[in-house]
T-cell receptor, first 115, second 115 residues
Framework: GENVEQHPSTLSVQEGDSAVIKCTYS??????FPWYKQELGKGPQLIID?????GEKKDQRIAVTLNKTAKHFSLHITETQPEDSAVYFC??????????????FGRGTSLIVHP | DTEVTQTPKHLVMGMTNKKSLKCEQH?????MYWYKQKAKKPPELMFV???????INESVPSRFSPECPNSSLLNLHLHALQPEDSALYLC??????????????FGQGTRLTVV
């Protein structure tokens, strides 16, 4: 099955700095890579995703890059703000043939943005 | 409306109790999911419903019993739980599109404590 490794487990930055979280996956058939942000006491919220036919995607201060050859993808947050503090999960999934969505999650990165 | 609503938000139950968790979505999604999440861990898939039929059971103990009464509702019936079952229980839904994974929307979760 798929295995997703995520690093670092904890990331501490100063407000205004950039933050980068990296993930690798094992199943070359994986073709969909979402990123979730989970604040304390809340459910995961999708913040950005990328499909295997795209190398990079950007949404305001958030960007994701994908290297299919190396089987790794990264989340980049620029101009970090204290409200960016949360746990971030990467995930990978592939066509299961049944239409349902079953991602394999990374172990999570706790991002702390100091004011 | 991109919300998945879960009730209750918090639940404390004894090991001999019977309780139910409820989940509702009105996005027309035909795939619905139950996840279990322990502290500082990623969500773990428990069940998947596709078109109101159970399609995946990740070897979950029978003390957890899912039910999908209609396309908008998903229940999780709990009976004779153990203290180690204490966790955040997350419901999610996604569009059912054959051959294409789509993003899943998560609810805020039910924080379950078994005493």
């Amino acid at each position: 099955g798929e295995n997703v490794e995520q690093h670092p487990s904890t990331l501490s930055v100063q407000e205004g700095d950039s933050a980068v979280i990296k993930c690798t996956y094992s199943d070359s058939a994986s073709n969909y890579f979402p990123w979730y942000k989970q604040e304390l006491g809340k459910g995961p919220q999708l913040i950005i995703d990328i499909r295997s036919n795209v190398g990079e995607k950007k949404d305001q201060r958030i960007a994701v890059t994908l290297n299919k050859t190396a089987k790794h993808f990264s989340l980049h947050i620029t101009e970090t703000q204290p409200e960016d503090s949360a746990v971030y999960f990467c995930a990978a999934s592939r066509d299961q043939g049944g239409g349902s969505y079953i991602p394999t999650f990374g172990r999570g990165t706790s991002l702390i943005v100091h004011p | 409306d991109t919300e998945v609503t879960q009730t209750p938000k918090h639940l404390v139950m004894g090991m001999t109790n019977k309780k139910s968790l409820k989940c509702e979505q009105h996005m027309g999604h035909r795939a619905m999911y139950w996840y279990k999440q322990k502290a500082k861990k990623p969500p773990e898939l428990m069940f998947v419903y596709s078109y109101e039929k159970l399609s995946i059971n990740e070897s979950v103990p029978s003390r957890f019993s899912p039910e999908c009464p209609n396309s908008s509702l998903l229940n999780l019936h709990l009976h004779a739980l153990q203290p180690e079952d204490s966790a955040l229980y997350l419901c999610a839904s996604s569009q059912f599109t054959e051959g294409r994974d789509t993003e899943a929307f998560f609810g805020q979760g039910t924080r379950l404590t078994v005493v």
